[in-house]
């Protein structure tokens, strides 16, 4: 079993925007996909995930309906609007900008001086 | 969907969460199922990952946002719920907040409209009042409500003024409408031809005035009337355009109609029908006083020029003021006079809220009494927050339970804080009503036949924004400190303590005595309010006026139409008066020219000899026939009445009061003495016998002192006019003779009109009898609350020490005993507050002491009987609990513990 880490603060929101992009989904896929693609590495609380949906419907960014799922069983389907795509791409390049800064920082080897990185 | 759909939504919202959790925790199971688990374990499995389905439900309702209006909704609900389970409560609570805040409300109201609202008008804060700056020692004759002007000055101010893009002068006067027969006035105005044009005033129909039809000596023949009138007179009809109405028997054609929001610039008053001032000599005949330049009685009114200051317009008009009073100087009047008039400055004033009779006679009282009714408020939501505070400590196991399973302070407290608010909110739209109908009833109150009132009751945002603003204060007043309180408990100890103690807690009970103090001190000051002005009241009432009110008419009687030549006024007024006392059930008559306590007065200045320059004073005047003394019952102390003899002439004679011959003649006998009144001209000073002292009376308003006053004979005066009023002393019902004179004068076809002196004094004191109304109901009120309130304490405190008394009573102690023990704790509380309350008493009456007449506002005596009063209140309202205490059975209460 890996080992695994919290996610870290505000990213649940971008995570569950990224899923909810691909096409109308339900709370439950939401979170099986969450663990799919983050490899089992982070631990989402389910417990946490519907308080996010919710707080994200009430911001306008995301929309629900009820439909019915591949299982033949109605559930509540949720689906990006126009505001939170805007959203998705705003959180997605801060997250990108900020992970190369993080990332460049932690791949030093040698002082940074100022203007002569690399 | 928008918040409020998901407010009203609630339970759809809920059971689709409940839905979509069920569905995700029955996927999970099924999968851990496919997977080979047991399916107990599966759904034990998955419910364990969400972490508690409650919890998570929880969180999403808080994630939508509208929580706390949810939880306000339903605060609501549950508040409710309480307040029915306890309707008498509920009613009570909500009855004494709607009166509280009813009373202030329909003062606030009528302050609102007579003080700060603006005349309905264009832009109204940019019109000013055009007046004399310190106009002291005007002399001339002052008539209509608002005399700051005479004619002269006015066109010379219209003409030479630079500040105002436009200004006009109007006076009000009573216009007589009827055709014959009785008199019937209307509310009318003079207004000069700018008047509607620089208000801002459109016609609703036809037209109104225009600078053309107020030209010198015109012939003016054009009224133009208020939407009242022409609905009350013509009852909306359009073809009113052209019809013709009689203003004292002359013709107009009415030109125009004006919007029905335009009641003139007088508040307090409506017009009914505007006239040019030009046509004032047509109307008033002989009495015009256009041209006559110590005649005052025009109002002047201007609108800023865009850009123009207040100091600027004053400026202007100081430099032309020279100028202007030059042009006005009344030639009557002699250097002296003349050096005095030349020396007056222009000055301007504020003018958005017109004038108004009105706000000048009560101002002072609403605002006084607006301050009473708060306290009456105060009083109440001490009551109700007693009240809530012995529920709250009732639910303090409730609360610490609550507390205990992890609500929070706010909650709880925010939650209580709904009860009060219901109730407030509830208080405040009855109270709405209530004062609707009470300032409706005030001014019908203060509404007399002389003096029609018209006040704009309409409801706006200044008196919403009060009574929100009450209630919000009441919600916070009544309703934090028992929340506050209910919710400290730390719940162990409340958990612990839940049995009663020997003794109630004294801690804990310390605010809602020092709420029982603070009511009684309150109450003490209305009720010595009450018993002030109360007293003030009888005192201005009772006292003795000098002259008979009963059984006395007052006949007006205008007879122009007869055209009786100025020669014959003298005999034909005297014959008249032989006519009116010839009719069955007169005992005397007699003219006047003034009639006592109609605030109409006549002065001037006393002379020792003609000659004399400087006047030790001056004295009133009424100018009288023979048997004026023996009509209003006054008695001729020295010397004789009037009489024929006294004529044109002849040597100029005078009968005077006590007070003057005190004043002028150091008291001695002054019959046989001489004196001269200062004319406008000291050539027209004449030597004045004395021939008769009488008693001292009451002048024109029955709060000042008897005045020292002449009286002058009717037979010596040269200028009589076709108008004159009679007083008549009747032995029978005074409406038996008022048929009896109009058939008198009938063959006159004069201009009748006839009033009950009794009448007319009390419609002078009708400040008086408000204040006293309105305060003896505030008294009412707040002893009854705070009497009220402390019963609910000390049965409260009884309730709390039965243990003890129960005790007590099994060790001996006698049902008095227990009633002494209870009224002693009663008795601290009623000396505190009475204390407090004489000090706040004596603080505060300084307030009151320009309304009283006759008594000082710190009067120990009706201090002393109010505190009396609110003491037998008090008593009586803690002996019952005291008598219930001492019926305690020792063995019920110990038992109980």
Known sequence: MTEKSDLPQGTLDLLILKVVALGPVHGYAIAQRLQQVSRDVVQVQQGSLYPALHRLENRGLLEADWRESETGREARFYSLTRRGRAQLEAEAASWERLTQAVGLILGLSEPLVPGGAE | MSWWQRLWRRKQMDEQLERELRFHLDRHA???????????????????????????????????????????????????????????????????????????????QLLDTVRLRTLPVQNPQELRQVNIDKANGRTGSFTSRYPALTNAIWEQIRDKQNGFSGTFAWSPWPFNIAESGEVRNVEGIWVSGDFFNVLGVPP?????????????????????????????????????????????????????????????????????????????????????????????????????????????????LRAVSPAIFDAS????????????????????????????????????????????????????????????????????????????IGASRGRLVRQLLAESLLLAVAGAALAVLIARWLATFLVSFLSTQQNPLFVDLATDWRMLAFTGGLAILTCVLIGLTPALRATRV??????????????????????????????????????TGALLFARSLAKVMTQDAGFVQDKILVADIDYTRAN??????????????????????????????????????????VLYSPQAKDSPGGTHINEVSDGFFRTMG????????????????????????????????????????????????????????????????????????????????????????????????????????????????????PDLRLSVLRTVVQESLLSDRLMAMLSGFFGVLAALLASTGLYGVISYTVEGRRN???????????????????MREAGVLLAFGILAGAALALAGSQEAQSLLYGLKAYDPLTLLAAVV???????????????????????????EE
């Open chain 2, 634 to 749: 006054i008695r001729l102390v020295e010397g004789r009445d009037f009489g024929r003899s006294d004529s044109v002439g002849g040597p100029h004679v005078a009968i005077v009061n006590q007070i003057f011959a005190k004043k002028f003649f150091a008291g001695k006998n002054p019959v046989g003495q001489r004196f001269s009144l200062q004319a406008m001209d000291a050539t027209k000073n004449v030597s004045i016998e004395i021939v008769g002292l009488v008693s001292d009376t009451k002048y024109d308003d029955m709060h000042s002192a008897n005045p020292p006053l002449v009286y002058l004979p009717l037979t010596q005066d040269e200028h009589l006019s076709s108008d004159v009023t009679f007083m008549v002393r009747s032995s029978v019902p005074l409406d038996a003779i008022r048929p009896a004179i109009g058939e008198k004068v009938r063959y006159l076809n």
């Open chain 2, 30 to 108: 099924g999968e851990l199922i496919a997977r080979g688990v047991d399916p107990a374990e599966a759904r034990r499995q998955a419910r364990l990952a969400i972490g508690g389905p409650e919890q998570v439900k929880e969180e999403c309702r808080d994630a939508r946002g509208t929580r706390w209006l949810e939880d306000l909704v339903q605060d609501v609900r549950y508040s409710i719920r309480t307040l029915r389970k306890n309707p008498g409560f509920a009613v009570v609570a909500i009855l004494t907040l709607a009166l509280g805040i009813g009373a202030n409300t329909a003062i606030f």
């Open chain 2, 490 to 527: 730390a719940p162990g100890t409340a958990l612990k303590t839940a049995g009663r103690g020997m003794t109630a807690d004294r801690e804990r009970f310390g605010l809602r005595k020092l709420l029982v103090v603070s009511q009684v001190a309150l109450s003490l000051v209305l009720v």
């Open chain 2, 204 to 316: 609703l129909i036809g037209r109104v005035f225009t600078s053309a039809d107020d030209t010198p000596g015109c012939a003016a023949t054009s009224a133009v009337i208020s939407y009242a009138f022409w609905q009350q007179e013509y009852g909306g009809q359009s073809d009113v355009l052209g019809k013709q109405l009689h203003v004292n028997h002359h013709a107009f054609d009415i030109v125009g109609v004006t919007p029905p929001s335009f009641y003139g610039v007088e508040v307090g008053r409506t017009y009914q029908i505007a006239l040019p001032i030009c046509a004032e000599p047509v109307v008033e005949g002989q009495d015009s006083g256009l041209s006559r330049r110590a005649f005052w009685w025009l109002t002047a009114v201007g609108r800023l020029k865009p850009g123009w200051t207040d100091e600027q317009a004053a400026a202007q």
């Open chain 2, 804 to 822: 003890e008394f129960g005790i007590r009573v099994a060790l001996g102690a006698q049902p008095r005993d227990i009633v002494t023990i209870v």
């Open chain 2, 869 to 895: 009063v609110l003491a037998l209140i008090a008593a009586l309202a803690s002996c019952v609990p005291a008598m219930r205490a001492s019926r305690t059975d020792p063995a019920a209460a110990l038992r």
């Open chain 2, 564 to 605: 009786i030549p100025a020669a014959r006024q003298l005999s034909f007024q005297l014959d008249l008066l032989q006519q009116l006392r010839s009719i069955p059930g007169v005992v005397e008559a007699a003219t006047t020219s003034i009639v006592p306590i109609t605030g109409s007065s006549w002065n001037q200045n």
């Open chain 2, 329 to 404: 100087v009344p030639p009557e009047f002699d250097a002296e006079g003349a050096a005095h008039f030349r020396g007056y400055k222009l000055g301007v004033f504020p003018g958005a809220t017109g004038n108004s009779e009105l706000r000048e006679n009560y101002q002072d009282p609403l605002t006084l009494l607006l301050g009473l009714a708060g306290l009456v408020l105060l009083i109440a939501c001490g009551n109700l927050a007693n009240l809530l505070l012995a529920r709250a400590s009732a639910r303090g196991q409730e609360m610490a339970v609550r507390l205990a």
